[in-house]
Each structure stands twice: as C-alpha cells, then as structure tokens.
C-alpha cells in the first residue's frame, strides 16, 4: 500500500524527515518495505530558469533555426540556436541551461551540452511545455508572463509536486491503517510516546447542505445481512473534465491513473478516509430506484473490463428497477458509470458484508481497491461522513448541485466491542510493567475509550473499525507496539526449564529419517496441502464425500485438502521432468485430511518417489533404473533403522499401484509401495515409470515406541533357495502367487521373493513370465533334498492347477 507522505501531513503537521517517520511507522507495525521520491514533473525543473530573449536573428546557415541571445540572470546573456517558429524578442521564455537534465515522453534523462548548430554557438536551449514535462504542445517555445524576474527557477513559478511515497507492506488484519488517515491515527499516537503532541486534521464538512430536492433515487436494501448500511446522494448539473493538477499529482504519487473529476475524487476520498464509493450516472437508473440484492444465478454482466460474467445465486448486486449496474463493493457495470456526457450523478456509500465480498471477488478473479478494503472490514460509522466528503470536493470541483438529502438505510447499527483489560495479565504478557497512566494514554490516542478504572484494571470500548482487536491479547498488543517492542527491557537473569522428552517424539524420527534419505541421494519436497478436488476421480479409494473444502477457496485447483500425498508428489515429479530432471528421488513428511461424517481426521505420511536411474551417470559408472527391489530396499532400511523388523508382507491393495506389497507390524500396516499405474501417470502427463511408497507415519512412530526388541539366536541350520520362471497369463499378479504359496506350505516357506518380470515377443500373446524365488527354512534341523523337492512339487502343482502356469 503506498502512503503519501504530503498527503499524510494534511492530517497531521509533522516536521519529520521521511526516514525518521518510516522508521516510526515501522516500530507502530507499519512496516516500511521503502520510500519512493515522486516528481510531478521529472527532474522537478531543476536548471530551468527564466530568461529574457534580448535579440533574435535568421541563423546564417539555416532556414528555419533562429540565433538568439538570451539573458537568464548570469553576467553574460547566452547565445542559444532556437527552432521555434514563435520565439521573438523582449518574450521571457524558459531555459534550460548547460548540465540540466532533461526526459522523453518514454522517462529517457538526456543532458543539455553546449555544442554548435550549423557552425554557430548554442549555450542551452529555450523549451516547449512537452520538453519540460508540463504538458503535451510542441508547438512552439513556452512565452512567460512578462513580471517574472529573470533568472529565477522555473520550480518557483510552475504548480509541480515533489513528494515522497511509504510503500507499507499492511498486514490482512491492519484494516484501520487502509487510507491516509487511518496511517495518521497511528502515527499520532505513536508521536505522543515521543512527547510530540500533535493534533489529527479531518477534514470538515460542516458545509454540506441540500441545495434542491429535485432529483430523488429511492433505495431498498434487500439483503440486510450482506449490506448492513447504505448511503445515497444526487448531485445534478455535473461537468465532467480532467481533474485539476493538484488531484491528478495526488492520485499519480500513489501509482493511480486520473480518469476523470468524478471518478477521481471517489479515488482520492478512498485512499484518504477508507472509504470505498461509486458514482453512478443517474440518468442510467431505470426508474429512479436502487435495490441492494442478489440476482438470479446464470445472469448475465458485463462489468467495466468489458468481460461478461456469470452471475452467482449470493453475489450482491446494485441494480434499478430493470437490470443490475453493479457488483457490490468490486466493479461496477459497464453501462451505468460516468461518462464525459454524465450531468446528474446518483453517489453510493455503503459498509458490505466483508465475507460475502471475498467470496465474490474470488469467484469472478476480481481484486480491486474497494474489494480490498471491504473484503478486511471498513469503519461501518464513517460511511456517511465519507459520502458528504465526497459530495462537497464534487460540487467544488466539478460544479452543479446537491440534489436530495442522504438515504441512509441502517437498520442494525453495528455495536462497538467491550473489552476488560487487566493490569496483571498486560504486565505478564508484556514483560515488564507499563505505567498505569502511559497505558490510558496509549488506549486514548488509539480512539480507544476507557469506560471505568479500578485497581484491577479498565473497561474499554473499542471501535467497531478496529474488528482486529476484540480480546484482551489484543489490547495488549496495540499498547505494546504504540508503546515500543524495543522499550521493553531484559533482565541479566535467564530461567529456562529442562523437560523430559522421549526420543519417539514425532521431530526426532523425522530428522533421523530424513537425514538417512537425503544421504542415500533424496530430496526433501514439500507440497502445499490444498488441491483439486478432481483427484479423487483417480482413485476408486479415495471418495469425494470425504473431502475438507475451503470455505474461502484461493482457487479452484486450490479449493480442498488432500487426501493422499501422491498427485501433489507426481506435480513435483511432472514439473521437474518438463525442465529435464529426469531421474528423481523425492520425499515428503505431510498430513492428509479427511472429512468423516461429523469428524474431520488427519494422518501423517512419510511418501517416496523414485523415477528415471538411480544414480547420477558418470563415464565410470552404468546407469541403472531405479526398480521396485531398489525402493524395497529404500524401505526395509527405514524401518530397520527406526528398529521394526519382523515384518509380514503382502500384495497391495492400492488401486493406483499397479506392482506392489505391502508391509505390516502386528494388525498395524506400515507402508504400500510399487509402480504407480500408467492411467495416473497419464494425467499428469509422465511416460516413465514412477516408483511410489506410501508410510502410514502414524502407525510407524506408534510401533516404534512399543517394538519390544527382541534377541533370538541365529539359526543354526542353512536355509535354501529355490527359483520357479512361471509362464502365466497377464492377469495373473503377483499377489495371487503370494497367496497360493503361503497356503501350501505354512511352516517351512519364509520368504517369496518376485525377482523378475519379462514379457516379450519371445513368448505366446498374452502370456508373461515370473522369476520367483522361494526361501526355505527349518530352524530345528537340516533340510534334505527329499522334503525340498516334495516343497516345490507340491507348489508347482497348485500354480499349474489354479493358474494354469507352465514352467519354462
């Protein structure tokens, strides 16, 4: 937000230098990000002095060039070469003089040097308006009026503004502090703890009167609750022109453009008091009548950017009798916004419902200076005040008329917060203790009213402006930055307290894991946990009913909380395999969100992403894909490292891994992993393959703490190894193998292992083959050849009856 600092000192008189005053802003929570010089006219005319042609004479060696002498003031008149058809004798004239600076149209500087114009001598140059940036005529050199003295500076003479602009980087809950007099109130009060006593200028309207009651617009507020107060004026006989100098200077050293006088003073009187307005050409009302209300959903707008939207059932509207005009507290219409042709105005003053105009503004993409305001909550008692503010600097500058008294619909005046302040609790939160007295005059120069003093503490009203302080924490605070974080002293003595904390906690487990990930070559991600709702229609598990959906949604692709880490893990893997980061492993600690019924639930995850090789190519190395055994070896370390072994393994039942297991401790599972299917990766527009695992981190950090470790003697006797490659069919999977297996052969079978899958033209169509390896163990005594071979028969036998595989 940029503040003026000119315009600042109409509201009050301080002496300050910028910096000084920034810094003081700053220390009041206004924080200062720069200060920016303004200059009506660039370069401020500094070397443009008047002068006095004393001769004027055909050049010797030109047609059309003059060869003049001029005296600026100095012991010796100038001789400078003019162009100008009209420069003639006895004219005073400005000069800019050898150094001066100069700028184009486009802001380019160019220096006047002294220099010869075919053959004759040229010490400076007489100039045009547009050359000095005082307006657009090139038609001749500017004539002066002739009781100027000659030599004086041109900067003394032209109605310019040199001004120096805040850029405030205003926090969301600093509504107050949104106009020019809002950043006085504060910085007066701020001026009082440095025993600077300054009065607060506002500007008066004790000559608002009704000049006729000729034209008169009725106004009914439909939706009170969406518009608690509005206020209306008629101005007739109107003239609509460009704005004097003194307002375009005002509105341009905040970075506005001038339109035109009226638009301009609803400008200026938004960014001096707070208060947004909007001026409607009343000869455009159908009917004489305005209604506050919402309109059917599907209707068509045309706002003032030309683009036609489409109406919601809750977006506010000011309409007439016939059709709306105007989308309430954001943008209004095309059709009913003042024109050069305009000479009645109906004006608009109102306080709008600061949710429903959030939520109009998100949902039409439209973010303007009135929505800003409205949307963070305006002084619902300064709205009247701001429409007869408005009302006086029209009729002065843009002539006619007022023509009707004040519609002023206010059924439900919005109250003031009480608030109960103790003496204790600021002196605890504060850390130190603030006199008593210094305490009351902070609140009152805040407009904070102390209603009664005990020993205890004070009752306070707080205004209804100030929606960002209604507790006592808040009181505190504005005391504290109004008195001086930085006045507030420490003491020698530190206390600390020592707690007891396990090494499960949720921080310790996380660093542990990932600093052994980023060891292994990952990289930490971290993924913003609003989505689309669109993902869920990815996966058959995951249901749309379960969503948790912003209310105030920043976008639509940010509009619900996720319910899996994988889709904002694949935009990271997508993203960085558009810029050639092909080979990536990922991982990210985060939460998911899940709407049950009446409950909200969240869960955290640990996720990895393996894709592309492994390991980075070098001339000594070959490059090899990371595959599913890699990931699986990723994952057994992490659980081993957090001490949970002894786990029992099965086929996935994720439906967006298309290859995988997963893994469980007890009735607790752990992790699914595998490849992600080719339909999801699709979507995010990946071709290779993605690697992807997913730890419920809940049930991980829960296990870790009751994993009672346990030792057991190695065995003693030799386990063995036997492999089957089965020729199966492709919609056998790996879990099916799993499963026939286990039921065979119970006792003895500790590990199936699937080591390799080949399809190919080398095998019958719709065929695959599986490299599967069998571990077999008897802890009590040595295996023979004989109960291995009756294992294995048997086995072959149930994947040849219930599978129909062949070995190959």
Known sequence: MKISYNWLKQFIKVDWDADKTGELLTDLGL?????????????????????????????????????????????????????????????????????????TAEGEAWKIKKGKIRGEESHGMICAEDELGLGESHDGIMVLNKDLKVGTAAAEIFEIENDEVFEIGLTPNRADAMSHHGVARDLKAGLLQKEVAIELITPSVSAFHVDARSLKVDVDVKDKEKCPRYCGITISGVKVETSPNWLQYRLKSIGLAPINNIVDITNYV???????????????????????????????????????????????????????????????????????????????????????????????????????????????????????????????????????????????????????????????????????????????????????????????????????????????????????????????????????????????????????????????????SLTTPNYVELSDQLNAEHNVVMLNPLSNDLEVMRQSLLFSGLESVSHNINRKRNDLKLFEFGKTYHQYSEVREEQKHLSLFVTGNKNEERWNTVAAPGDFFYLKGTIETILERLGLNRLRSAPTKSDVISEGMSLSLGKKKLVDFGLVKKSVLKHFGISQNVLFADFNWDNVIEMAKHNKIKFTAIPKYPEVRRDFALLLDNAVSFGEIYTIAKQTEKKLLKDINLFDVFEGKKLPAGKKSYAVSFTLQDENKTLTDKQIDKIMSKLQSNFESKLGAELR
Do not use: W
């Open 270 to 528: 938004l960014h001096e008091l707070g208060q947004p307005l909007h001026a409607f050409d009343a000869n455009k009302i159908s009917g004489n009548k305005i209604q506050v209300k919402t309109c059917k959903a599907g209707t068509k707008f045309t706002t003032l950017d030309e683009v036609v939207r489409e109406l919601d059932k809750d977006d506010l509207m000011i309409c007439d009798a016939e059709k709306p005009m105007c989308i309430a507290g954001v943008f209004g219409g095309i059709d009913s916004g003042v024109s050069e042709n305009t000479t009645n105005i109906f004006l608009e003053s109102a306080y709008f419902n600061p949710v429903a105009v959030r939520k109009t503004a998100k949902r039409h993409g439209l973010n303007t200076d009135a929505s800003f305001r409205f949307e963070r909550g305006i002084d619902p008692n300064i709205t009247e005040y701001a429409l007869k503010r408005a009302a006086l600097l029209i009729t002065e500058i843009a002539g006619g008329e007022i023509t009707s008294d004040i519609s002023d619909a206010y059924p439900n005046k919005i109250e003031d917060f009480q608030v109960r302040l103790s003496f204790d609790n600021a002196k605890k939160l504060i850390g130190e203790e603030i006199p008593r007295e210094t305490i009351k005059s902070i609140l009152t120069s805040l407009e904070i009213k102390v209603n009664n003093v005990t020993e205890a503490g004070l009752g306070l009203t707080v205004p209804a402006y100030r929606n960002d302080v209604q507790r006592e924490a808040d009181i505190i605070e504005e005391i504290l930055r109004v008195y001086g974080y930085n006045n507030v002293g420490t003491t020698e003595k530190l206390n600390a307290s020592i707690s007891n904390s396990t090494r499960f906690e949720d921080y310790k487990l996380q660093n542990v894991i990932g600093n052994q990930l980023a060891a292994q070559g990952f990289f930490e991600i971290m993924a913003n």
């Open 31 to 103: 924080e200062i990000e720069g200060i920016e010089r303004y200059e009506s006219v660039k370069g401020g005319l500094e070397g443009i002095v008047v002068g006095e042609v004393l001769t004027c004479e055909q050049h010797p060696n030109a047609d059309r060039l003059k060869l003049t002498t001029v005296d600026v003031g100095g012991d010796t008149p100038l001789q400078i070469v003019c162009g100008a058809p009209n420069v003639a004798k006895g004219q005073k004239v400005p000069v800019a003089t050898i150094g001066t600076t100069l700028y």
